[in-house]
């Protein structure tokens, strides 16, 4: 159960696109299609940005989305707006009922 | 409204034993997987254990197994984390999800501080 790899930070600014790595294994990320994102602000409850790979919760912005290859899946934010300024956490199930978290990214909007 | 709402954190000595509840309301509960989420201080989320949706089947992460046990009770739309044993490494809030496309509903979270 060792924690997936995401980049401990990125940035942007206003209106460009950024794209958050989250890398695996074939025994979680790579092996089934079921990696989720959430989006957290300081002090705040996690929210569900993206699961199953590429869906999109009902009031989630389109200019997020969601993509896999191999044992990388990646979130990418188009239209970078201030208010995007978060925490992201990629989630992946690891096979035998369990899930894998990634360490988390810093995103921030210049 | 749809909601879970957690209850039962608290400060503990080492070794100690703590019943974290989450109680569900506005959806088929008993429907639902279920999932514990914990975070320690300014450190990211890490997956606890999952409870299928009839109780018959659990999974625990490695760091708590042995010492923690989901479980839920359909009939009062609750779902629960007994932990015993517990470390200083525990300290942690307590998230309890709803585990359908995605962990889709998250409750506001309960504090456990384990301290000498």
């Known amino acids: 159960q060792s924690a997936l790899t995401q980049p401990r930070s990125v940035s942007g600014s206003p209106g460009q696109s950024v794209t958050i790595s989250c890398t695996g294994t074939s025994s979680d990320v790579g092996g089934y299609n079921y990696v989720s994102w959430y989006q957290q602000y300081p002090g705040k409850v996690p929210k569900l940005m993206i699961y199953d790979v590429t869906n999109r919760p009902s009031g989630v912005p389109d200019r997020f989305s969601g993509s896999k290859s191999g044992n990388t899946a990646s979130l990418t934010i188009s239209g970078l707006q201030a208010e995007d300024e978060a925490d992201y956490y990629c989630c992946s199930y690891a096979g035998s009922n369990t899930l894998v978290f990634g360490g988390g990214t810093k995103l921030t909007v210049l | 409204e749809v909601q879970l709402v957690e209850s039962g954190g608290g400060l503990v000595q080492p070794g100690g034993s703590l019943r974290l509840s989450c109680a569900a309301s506005?959806?088929?509960?008993?429907?639902?997987?279920m999932d514990w989420v914990r975070q320690a201080p300014g450190k990211g989320l890490v997956w606890v254990a999952r409870i299928h949706s009839d109780g018959s089947s659990t999974n625990h992460a490695d760091s708590v197994k042995g010492r923690f046990t989901i479980s839920r009770d359909n009939a009062k739309n609750t779902l629960y984390l007994q932990m015993n044993s517990l470390r200083v490494e525990d300290t942690a809030v307590y998230y309890c999800?709803?585990?359908?496309?995605?962990?889709?509903?998250w409750g506001q979270g309960t504090v456990v501080t384990v301290s000498s």
């Open positions: 999800t709803r585990d359908f496309g995605g962990l889709s509903l």
């Open positions: 506005g959806f088929r509960f008993s429907s639902n997987s």
